[in-house]
Structures are given as C-alpha cells and as structure tokens.
C-alpha cells in the first residue's frame, strides 16, 4: 500500500494567511504544511482521508487522479472544506462518491454544504453518499477500522487501513481504541507543537509517548503549525518517530 501525505498543517497551514510566520520556514520546504489530508492506495483501490481547503491543489500536486472512497475525521473545516474539490472526481468517474464518517460529521456536512442534498440540490453539485462508519468494513482490498479519539469536547475519527492508523486532531486515545491501533506497522498521529501543552492537541512529546506505549514500528507526526522547525525537531526525535512534510510517500508492505 502507498500511503501519500497530501497536507500535514495543522488549521491554518503554514505560513498562515498574511504570510504571518513565513519567517520561521528558513528556506526549507518541509516546513511549508498545507492543511492534513492522506491519500491511500492499493492495487484496487485509491482513498483520501479528509478533505481541507488546499484539497484541489493538493490532487494535482500529487497527481491523484480516482478517488473511490473518502474517509473525513471530523467536522472542523480545515477537515471538510475542500468538499466541493470532489465534482471533477464525480464527473470523470461518472458516481457519486461515498463518504464515511460519523453521524455529528454527516450532519454537520449536511447544514454547510445544504446544496449538495435533497430536492433544492444544485444541479451539477458535487454528488457524494455520505455514509455513518461504526464498526470495521472491507472495501475491495482495504480493512478499514473506525478509531475513535478525542479532540478537546469534541469527538472524532481516526482510521486505521490495512496495517496504517491514521489519527489527526487528538488530545486522548481511549483504552478500547488503543487496542484497535496496536500491531499496526506505521501508525500516523497529530504533534502541534513542542510546547506547551494545548487543551486539544497533542503536543510532539506527547505524541511521541503514544507512539512508545502503543510499540507501534513506525510514527510519522502531522497536524503541526509554524513553531515546528523540521531539521530541528526530528534531531530531538527517537529514531521510530518522524515528522511527516508534504507529498512524503511511504510503501507500505501489505
């Protein structure tokens, strides 16, 4: 399975907008982090986790060109705004494309994006069928297992596919979810920042402590804003914990 970092900024990108913080890039591009979003594929199958504001931008850098299935964490738009980038998808591959996520995020989708849906739905509108993920699917070649985690007071999904546990915008891991996560060969989680601590975020050493408790092989962090120089921070790292930049591409065996 190739797994495809299509953003891995955390709200606001890095720069954000006004070019503020731009100082901080020192010329390395790593530091330049588009919203986060993931591209999965397989032999049978091509997926995206989350859909930001960059989302049509983010395609065409990194040449995806069929989206079957989309996986959206949670509601916050930096997680859904790029939405509408799906029509071309939809019109090429002639469907609607499914959209799986929880109930709160289906009905959230539902009110920002109202002409999409029901009978006043704006012709041509992007056509996506959302669907309420509970419990683990078979897509073709994918096993895909909800993780539920926490986000501040609010709820969200993280997802693991295959041997991939993807996670963004976490402050706590449930026990039952780290059992769901445990035995996945790379597992993808959110560090905003090195310090200080964040009422829903977590911060890189305390992803780092997850990713030790958990023995996952492999950690790439995400999710990260303009503080976080990438030289610098991945010196400070164990050897099993990276940061992830935009378009890093990862095989993963199946």
Same mark, same amino acid.
Request: net charge negative; proline share 6%; glycine share 6%.
């Given at each position: 399975m190739?797994?495809t970092?299509?953003?891995?900024g955390?709200? /606001?990108?890095?720069p954000?907008a006004?070019?503020?913080?731009?100082?901080?890039?020192?010329?390395?591009? @790593?530091?330049?982090? +588009?919203?986060?979003?993931a +591209?999965?594929? =397989?032999? @049978?199958?091509?997926?995206?986790i $989350?859909?930001?504001?960059?989302? @049509?931008l983010q &395609?065409?850098?990194a040449?995806?060109?069929?989206?079957d299935?989309?996986?959206? &964490?949670?509601?916050? /738009?930096?997680?859904i705004?790029?939405?509408?980038?799906?029509?071309?998808?939809?019109?090429?591959?002639?469907?609607?494309?499914?959209v799986y996520?929880?109930q709160?995020?289906?009905?959230?989708i539902?009110?920002?994006?109202?002409?999409m849906f029901g009978?006043?739905r704006?012709?041509?509108?992007t056509?996506?069928?959302?669907e309420?993920? =509970? &419990?683990?699917?078979?897509?073709? $070649?994918?096993?895909?297992?909800?993780?539920p985690?926490?986000?501040g007071?609010?709820?969200? *999904?993280?997802?693991?596919?295959?041997?991939v546990?993807?996670?963004?915008?976490?402050?706590?891991?449930?026990?039952a979810?780290?059992k *769901?996560?445990?035995?996945?060969?790379?597992m993808?989680?959110?560090?905003?920042r +090195?310090?200080?601590?964040?009422?829903?975020h /977590?911060?890189?050493p305390?992803?780092?402590? /997850?990713?030790?408790?958990?023995e996952?092989?492999? &950690?790439?962090?995400i999710?990260?804003?303009?503080?976080?120089?990438h030289e610098?921070?991945?010196?400070r790292?164990?050897d099993h914990?990276?940061?992830a930049?935009d378009?890093l591409?990862l095989e993963?065996?199946?």
């Amino acid at each position: 399975m190739q797994l495809t970092f299509l953003g891995t900024g955390t709200s /606001m990108g890095v720069p954000v907008a006004g070019g503020f913080g731009k100082d901080r890039i020192n010329g390395d591009p @790593r530091n330049i982090r +588009w919203r986060s979003s993931a +591209w999965l594929k =397989t032999d @049978r199958a091509s997926i995206v986790i $989350d859909t930001g504001p960059e989302f @049509r931008l983010q &395609t065409i850098r990194a040449g995806l060109s069929q989206i079957d299935l989309v996986l959206i &964490t949670h509601e916050h /738009m930096d997680h859904i705004a790029g939405l509408d980038d799906l029509r071309p998808f939809c019109y090429k591959q002639e469907q609607s494309i499914p959209v799986y996520t929880s109930q709160t995020c289906i009905d959230a989708i539902r009110r920002r994006f109202d002409y999409m849906f029901g009978p006043n739905r704006y012709p041509g509108a992007t056509s996506i069928d959302l669907e309420e993920i =509970t &419990t683990s699917i078979t897509y073709r $070649d994918m096993e895909i297992t909800p993780l539920p985690a926490i986000h501040g007071k609010i709820n969200v *999904l993280g997802y693991r596919v295959n041997n991939v546990a993807y996670l963004t915008d976490v402050k706590e891991i449930p026990e039952a979810t780290k059992k *769901l996560i445990r035995g996945a060969d790379v597992m993808v989680l959110s560090g905003l920042r +090195w310090q200080p601590q964040h009422p829903t975020h /977590m911060t890189i050493p305390e992803a780092t402590e /997850m990713a030790n408790e958990l023995e996952i092989p492999k &950690t790439y962090l995400i999710h990260m804003n303009s503080y976080v120089d990438h030289e610098k921070i991945n010196r400070r790292l164990p050897d099993h914990v990276r940061l992830a930049y935009d378009q890093l591409t990862l095989e993963i065996p199946e």
